[in-house]
């Protein structure tokens, strides 16, 4: 099971990014999938979740109307758009695999997070 993330880099308050994940050794179509971050000095936190078929997705209320997750299961893809950026949303990127039940995200502690992609906002 892997996990590459890509798109990170810098940009302005207010600007935009579109972070991409390439997952691959897991049948991709039969799990939800999330994005996690990590900002500095802080723990990781959930950014966004969408179910297999992209009929539910979840935001945390700090991105809330400002980021859009979608996921391509014939590419085996997730992305992420990120609009409106804020210095808050400085931080690494993950993406994972998780199980959606209850109305909430749970990442498989087995799996390994990959390398990540740094986002920093600032002027």
């Known amino acids: 099971v892997q996990f590459v993330e890509s798109g990170g880099g810098s940009v302005q308050p207010g600007g935009s990014l579109r972070l991409s994940c390439a997952a691959s050794g897991f049948p991709f179509s039969t799990y939800a999938m999330s994005w996690y971050r990590k900002p500095p000095g802080k723990a990781r936190e959930l950014v966004a979740g969408?179910?297999?078929?992209?009929?539910?997705?979840q935001y945390a209320d700090s991105v809330q109307g400002r980021f859009t997750i979608s996921r391509d299961n014939a590419k085996n893809t997730l992305s992420l758009q990120m609009s409106s950026l804020r210095p808050e949303d400085t931080a690494v990127y993950y993406c994972?695999?998780?199980?959606?039940?209850?109305?909430?995200?749970?990442?498989?502690?087995?799996?390994?997070w990959g390398q990540g992609t740094q986002v920093t906002v600032s002027s």
């Open positions: 969408i179910t297999s078929f992209s009929d539910s997705t």
């Open positions: 994972i695999r998780t199980q959606y039940y209850g109305g909430n995200y749970y990442y498989l502690p087995s799996d390994s």
